[in-house]
């Protein structure tokens, strides 16, 4: 590492840009994902707001990326400060592994339900299609991003695909340490009780992608100072 480099740091959006440059010399990859690295990056400068959100859930049979599976994944777009419920997908991860009486119980994902679900393969270029151009947002996202990089470790021999995420658990832990005031449970559904928003069906990926994308809202809305602050002020480092 160079002097230079030791004391001034390559911004974010410097870090993303080589990594995605990087990425695109990977052999056979994929078409969505192709498209998607080779995508200009938004203007980091730009409020929140006027850049487009792919919100996500997984819902796994596990918490162990290596040796648990995805069973659904949920999206949902988010414009201009609006959810698009046109934009709404839901699908359930066929494969060879039977579900686990224990993920099974949390989530109700039955055999049955996966059976006539889409190849991961498929679920995972649908993912990427849907985040051309876009911000990836979750709840607590060390769950999705430990599955998206175990699926390219099996597929392309490397990991961390260099997203633009926003975390709604994060934003809200940045929170409540700057009003000194922590809390244990940061759960989706416990933090969107404190922004008075109603309950959901917990452990559904549509349903949670959608109660995280209201989550994110209510948090910007909650903090009116925060709705012009750029996009960089929100993304996860």
Same mark, same amino acid.
């Given at each position: @590492? +160079?002097?230079?480099?030791?004391?001034?740091?390559?911004?974010?959006?410097?870090?993303?840009? $080589? %990594?995605?440059?990087?990425?695109?010399? /990977?052999?056979?990859?994929?078409?969505?994902?192709?498209? @998607?690295?080779?995508?200009?990056?938004?203007?980091?400068?730009?409020?929140?707001? #006027?850049?487009?959100?792919?919100?996500?859930?997984?819902?796994?049979? +596990?918490?162990?990326?290596?040796?648990?599976?995805?069973?659904?994944?949920?999206?949902?777009?988010?414009?201009? +400060?609006?959810?698009?419920? &046109?934009? &709404?997908?839901?699908?359930?991860?066929?494969?060879?592994?039977?579900?686990?009486?224990?993920?099974?119980?949390? $989530?109700?994902?039955?055999?049955?339900?996966?059976?006539?679900?889409?190849?991961?393969?498929?679920? @995972?270029?649908?993912?990427?299609?849907?985040?051309?151009?876009? /911000? &990836?947002?979750?709840? +607590?996202? @060390?769950?999705?991003?430990?599955?998206?990089?175990?699926?390219?470790?099996?597929?392309?021999?490397?990991?961390?695909?260099?997203?633009?995420?926003?975390?709604?658990? #994060?934003?809200?832990?940045?929170?409540?340490?700057?009003?000194?005031?922590?809390?244990?449970?940061?759960?989706?559904?416990?933090?969107?009780?404190?922004? %008075?928003?109603?309950?959901?069906?917990?452990?559904?990926?549509?349903?949670?992608?959608? &109660?995280?994308?209201?989550?994110?809202?209510? %948090?910007?809305?909650?903090?009116?100072?925060?709705?012009?602050?750029?996009?960089?002020?929100?993304?996860? #480092?």
């Amino acid at each position: @590492m +160079g002097f230079l480099a030791r004391f001034f740091p390559p911004s974010l959006e410097t870090r993303l840009q $080589n %990594q995605r440059e990087q990425w695109l010399r /990977v052999p056979n990859l994929s078409p969505a994902l192709q498209q @998607m690295l080779a995508a200009p990056l938004p203007d980091f400068n730009a409020a929140i707001t #006027e850049v487009p959100w792919l919100i996500f859930d997984f819902e796994t049979s +596990g918490l162990d990326a290596d040796r648990d599976r995805i069973l659904s994944i949920g999206s949902i777009v988010a414009q201009q +400060g609006q959810i698009g419920l &046109a934009s &709404a997908r839901h699908h359930y991860i066929a494969g060879e592994h039977p579900v686990n009486a224990h993920s099974a119980v949390v $989530n109700h994902i039955t055999p049955e339900m996966l059976r006539n679900g889409i190849a991961l393969d498929e679920a @995972m270029e649908a993912l990427f299609t849907d985040l051309h151009a876009k /911000v &990836a947002v979750v709840h +607590g996202r @060390m769950v999705e991003r430990a599955f998206i990089n175990a699926w390219l470790s099996s597929r392309y021999g490397r990991e961390d695909l260099p997203l633009l995420w926003v975390d709604t658990l #994060e934003l809200e832990r940045r929170y409540q340490q700057a009003a000194r005031q922590m809390q244990n449970d940061l759960r989706l559904s416990s933090i969107r009780r404190d922004y %008075q928003l109603p309950d959901y069906p917990a452990h559904h990926a549509l349903c949670d992608a959608v &109660a995280t994308a209201e989550l994110l809202l209510a %948090q910007l809305y909650a903090r009116s100072h925060e709705q012009g602050l750029p996009l960089k002020a929100f993304l996860c #480092e």
